[in-house]
């Protein structure tokens, strides 16, 4: 129902997303956008080249006077360091390319696509598999946020871990109210250096990040997102491809440098015995057709299906590929042992992460909205969710 397509290489003129699919009547304005790309570009640990862009927003079709028309909406993001990159990039025959890179990086898209597309300079695979792609993600993301929104639905997200630094569990938000709890910790993870809820163990982050940084090496770390307010019947059991866990996974670990993802327990629960992983099913709180459940170890979801619990994704990064040092590689031309390649980069930005898991989040959740509660408008959409809460009751 709704889907997306993003375009674009990290030092070329611009990045470019089409969403389509966006249900007409919700109210929608290039500060929501703008707003999520600012969140992107924070956290400590970003190199060189979070000092030169500033990521604004241009819609050029499917939003009218503040609300979005149905149509498909796309969206350019300029890339502020592409005078820059302008020989190098530049589209025309006859550019000035410079040498081109011959030396894989490991863990970097570097080897595999130039296999499979017969690349000769690295950067012609390099380019596109750059994480700065995600800035189009998220562009695409804050209109799927603006429309769970409008009717409740409030995705979070926070740093959990960073490299082998783990926050309390005890210190992560929480509350029943999703606007509430979505404003209280959008006001709190600006104060933040790494989005991490827990003060002391960002301590020691930030610490790991600047002796990582001494070294030239980079980190992974660990970010948990929730979907607050969804309501029970999204995603379905009946076939592969309709499960909500699968198509959250399957989104959340497209994201460059995603290794792994959790729904609920996860690892965890793989560990336990079934008694002490699945919820028990209480009855309703009066006035609420939604049985209650003491604990949340599934994760929101059962049978592939939410089941009005908060959705739990934690998404798992691996260090950035692009190290401010070398490791082992070879070089193309001659086969023979050399120092892999290395450019300016990031140390870690797994900050910046969480607020793209939160785009992947919104998309695959607003995309399950529309398949059951209609695609066509936002009225649409709450009437048909009033009536199918009021029919659990
Ligand atoms: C990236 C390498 C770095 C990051 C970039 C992702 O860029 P550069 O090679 O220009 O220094 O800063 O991330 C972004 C530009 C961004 O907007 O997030 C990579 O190779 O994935």
């Not at 030169?52 to 909406?73: H, K, Q, Y």
């Not at 300029?78 to 990086?105: H, K, L, T, Y």
């Not at 379905?236 to 460059?256: E, K, M, P, Y």
């Not at 950035?320 to 120092?339: E, F, H, N, V, W």
Request: aromatic share 4%; glycine share 12%; net charge negative.
């Amino acid at each position: 129902m709704l889907r997306y397509l993003t375009a674009g290489e990290s030092h070329g003129r611009a990045l470019m997303t089409i969403v389509e699919g966006l249900p007409a009547g919700i109210p929608l304005s290039r500060e929501d956008v703008d707003s999520e790309l600012v969140r992107r570009q924070m956290g400590y640990g970003r190199g060189g080249r979070m000092a030169i862009e500033r990521d604004r927003v241009t819609i050029f079709s499917g939003v009218r006077g503040g609300v979005s028309l149905g149509s498909p909406v796309a969206m350019m993001i300029r890339n502020r360091d592409w005078p820059n990159w302008r020989g190098v990039m530049d589209p025309e025959p006859g550019a000035d390319a410079g040498p081109p890179i011959r030396r894989p990086r490991p863990g970097h898209v570097d080897l595999a696509a130039s296999m499979k597309y017969g690349y000769r300079d690295l950067r012609d695979g390099l380019e596109r598999a750059s994480a700065r792609e995600t800035a189009a993600r998220v562009a695409a993301g804050a209109l799927a946020s603006a429309l769970l929104g409008a009717v409740g639905i409030r995705v979070i997200s926070w740093t959990a871990a960073l490299g082998e630094i783990e926050a309390d569990p005890d210190t992560f938000p929480s509350g029943d109210d999703p606007g509430d709890l979505w404003s209280r910790w959008r006001a709190r993870e600006e104060e933040t250096a790494l989005r991490c809820p827990d003060p002391a163990s960002e301590a020691e982050m930030t610490e790991l990040i600047d002796r990582a940084a001494e070294r030239g090496d980079t980190l992974g770390g660990v970010v948990e997102a929730r979907v607050l307010g969804v309501p029970p019947g999204l995603g379905s059991h009946v076939q592969s491809d309709r499960r909500l866990d699968g198509r959250l996974a399957g989104a959340v670990a497209s994201i460059q440098g995603i290794k792994a993802v959790e729904i609920g327990a996860g690892f965890a629960g793989a560990r336990s015995p079934g008694s002490r992983v699945h919820d028990e099913i209480h009855p309703p709180t009066p006035g609420d057709g939604v049985p209650s459940r003491p604990t949340n170890r599934a994760g929101g979801i059962e049978g592939g299906i939410t089941n009005g619990q908060p959705v739990v994704v934690r998404a798992h990064m691996k260090p950035i590929a692009t190290l401010g040092r070398s490791m082992a590689s070879i070089d193309l031309d001659t086969g023979s042992p050399i120092a892999s390649h290395h450019e300016r980069s990031d140390v870690c930005a797994v900050p910046a992460a969480g607020v793209v898991v939160e785009a992947a989040v919104a998309l695959c959740v607003a995309d399950a909205l529309t398949e059951k509660f209609g695609a066509d408008t936002l009225a649409e959409i709450l009437a048909s969710l009033q009536r199918f809460r009021e029919g659990l009751r």
